[in-house]
Nanobody, 115 residues
């Protein structure tokens, strides 16, 4: 069973930084590519960044150069470092495997960027 817990959201001013964390079970961390997704009000949920078990990463065009996804296999945790935040980054951020599993979606963590 895939289990994930997101944390790290909050309120930040435009230009600031936040780091999100996604703690997974050991089996999940070893087995799956992991992704961060986000959903802004009135919009669909989209992939922001993903990291394969071997470390290959991919990013949405809108966050390239500003966000960095990484994984600490010893801690079974995936991180999303978000720099140079913009108001359009405001959304609920979710962690899931890549591609996502419907049954895995959690509550997410809210990121609010004030301009």
């Amino acid at each position: 069973q895939v289990q994930l817990v997101e944390s790290g959201g909050g309120l930040v001013q435009a230009g600031g930084s936040l780091r999100l964390s996604c703690e997974a079970s050991a089996r999940t961390a070893r087995t799956y590519a992991m992704g961060w997704y986000r959903q802004a009000p009135g919009k669909q949920r989209d992939l922001v960044a993903a990291i394969a078990t071997g470390g290959y990463t991919k990013y949405a065009d809108s966050v390239k150069g500003r966000f960095t996804i990484s994984r600490d296999n010893a801690k079974n945790t995936v991180y999303l470092q978000m720099n140079s935040l913009k108001s359009e980054d405001t959304a609920v951020y979710y962690c899931n495997v890549d591609p996502p599993l419907l049954a895995v979606w959690g509550r997410g963590t809210l990121v609010t960027v004030s301009s």
